[in-house]
């Protein structure tokens, strides 16, 4: 679940963001900085992401990931239609949220069946994941046609605090080396 949710809170609000930048009469080359941002937080940490996964446990960084991701909507879907560093500040939290969920989540996923069964449970967890993507961003410019960016901020800042506290309330940590 927890993939599922990092993985459409960051395609539902990065796919909007250009859309909203270019309503606020940014240029092409001022959005591909703000996703070049985005795409760096995804990717950029991900080794460490995975070294404290190994040492403070897999939970803690999925929970970890969940506020990173609560911070980057709060912060990208409040920023104003020309707050171009607010706005690329929350793509970069974005990234590094998602790569949280995604990292600690896959490596829980894979350690709670027996290997010969590992490549069909992630195979299903990534056709999951990308169905809640994809349905994310139908979502999303639903919500940000209708109503506004701000709201598709909001809306995912709720969806990942509701996974946050569902996380921290029903797992146990496992123990670290």
């Known amino acids: 679940m927890a993939i599922a949710v990092a993985h459409t ?7 909007m963001t250009p859309v909203h930048l270019d309503h606020a009469g940014a240029g092409y ?8 941002v985005h795409i760096a937080g ?3 940490l991900s080794p460490a992401v995975g070294w404290l996964a190994d040492r403070i446990g897999r939970t803690r960084v999925l929970v970890l990931g969940m506020g990173v991701l609560l911070a980057a909507a709060l912060l990208a879907g409040g920023a ?3 707050d171009i560093g607010r706005v690329t500040a929350g793509l970069g939290l974005l990234g590094v949220g ?3 969920g995604l990292i600690a989540g896959s490596a829980m996923l894979t350690e709670a069946v027996p290997l010969e ?6 195979g299903l967890s990534d056709l999951l ?3 809640c993507g994809a349905g994310g961003t139908i979502l999303a410019g639903l919500i940000v046609s209708g109503l506004s960016y701000g709201t598709l901020g909001t809306a995912t800042a709720v969806m990942v605090t509701v996974t946050a506290a569902w996380l ?5 940590p496992a123990r670290t080396a």
């Open 80 to 82: 104003g239609p020309h």
């Open 42 to 44: 995804m990717f950029v």
């Open 98 to 100: 998602w790569s949280c």
């Open 168 to 172: 921290a309330l029903t797992t146990r």
């Open 117 to 122: 069964r590992r490549p069909a449970v992630q």
């Open 29 to 36: 080359r001022t959005i591909g900085v703000v996703l070049s």
């Open 9 to 15: 809170a960051m395609v539902s609000v990065m796919s």
């Open 129 to 131: 994941m990308n169905v």
